[in-house]
């Protein structure tokens, strides 16, 4: 478990095939976590959970399976792009942002990017079965990220999510290297999820395709 308030950037520092379609990751912490890693540990790369195989130095291994590049965008990062990290909760740790699971719900992409002073107002395009889990003033992670959904619009083919990316938001984490057309990884509100699975069962609505 999460919160999508990024603690480090990483680079990925090298990638290792492993059979046809799966493969490993080898990323360094920027700066590096100051408790040493534990073989199996959850750690959240650009929002999808994964876990730590191997640790060289301040660096570490994770494996990332088949399914996983399927349903992420970590299937066209390249050695030297920066990551999002972020560990798991402690009990007792200052819960920021809102619970994320690190498992990605689809992959979105970057519409527009229109800055304001400091501020970026960034609007992002979703699949349209993204619909029943999305509000205005409700939570959204995106790459990873805590973020509060300003307005949402949906037309027959998609949603469009807006929302303001604070200077420091884009400072701490991976948001200043994104562009237009770029994709990032979603995971719907957790309490949305389970709010709209429970509606759809007792008939309220029809998920949609």
């Known amino acids: ?14 990638t290792q095939k492993k059979g046809a379609l799966a493969c490993s990751w080898l990323i ?4 590096a976590f100051g408790d040493a890693y534990v073989l199996g540990e959850s750690i959240s ?36 792009d920066c990551l999002n990290l972020e560990r798991a909760l402690k009990v007792g740790d200052r819960m920021g942002g809102h ?13 527009k990017l229109e800055k304001k002073d400091d501020f970026v107002e960034a609007s992002l395009r979703l699949p349209l079965r993204a619909k029943p889990f999305l509000a205005p ?14 307005q949402v619009e949906v037309d027959p083919q998609g949603v469009t999510v807006f929302m303001m990316w604070i200077p420091h938001t884009l400072e701490k984490t991976t948001f200043h290297t994104l562009l237009p057309g770029g994709h990032v990884n979603i995971e719907f509100d957790i309490v949305a999820r389970y709010i709209a699975q429970n509606l759809e069962s007792y008939g309220f609505h029809k998920k949609s395709n």
């Open 45 to 80: 790369i650009s929002g999808t959970c994964l876990t730590v195989t191997g640790v060289e130095g301040d660096s570490f291994w994770v494996d990332i399976s088949e399914e996983t590049l399927a349903c992420t965008c970590l299937g066209s990062k390249k050695s030297g």
């Open 137 to 150: 003033k409700g939570s959204l992670s995106v790459d990873g990220v805590s973020l509060t959904v300003n």
């Open 1 to 14: 478990m999460f919160t999508g308030i990024i603690t480090n950037l990483g680079t990925l520092e090298a």
């Open 99 to 111: 619970f994320v699971t690190g498992h990605v719900d689809c992959v979105g992409s970057v519409v």
């Open 28 to 31: 360094q912490p920027r700066p």
